[in-house]
């Protein structure tokens, strides 16, 4: 996008966010040099809540059992 003088960003503040929110960038300048740019944001991280998934995750019954067959496995034993 053509850089945009500092009179016209306050007049158009809105149209220049909602294009920011479009992914486009856009450089603000005074006297005719860049001085600040009208970036999107990053997408946020989805946030995380504890046992969201308790009642969709399964854990089965022998889960923390060691066997003799796993220790074999695992150590050559």
């Given at each position: 996008m053509e850089p945009v003088s500092i009179y016209d960003a306050k007049?158009?503040?809105?149209?220049?966010?909602?294009?920011a929110e479009h992914g486009e960038e856009t450089v603000i300048t005074r006297h005719g040099?860049?001085?600040?740019?009208?970036?999107?944001?990053?997408?946020r991280p989805l946030v995380r809540t504890p046992g969201a998934l308790r009642d969709r995750l399964t854990i089965a019954p022998d889960f923390d059992d060691f066997t003799d067959e796993d220790a074999r496995d695992w150590y050559g034993a």
């Open positions: 007049t158009h503040l809105s149209r220049l966010v909602a294009r040099r860049p001085v600040a740019r009208i970036v999107p944001m990053p997408p």
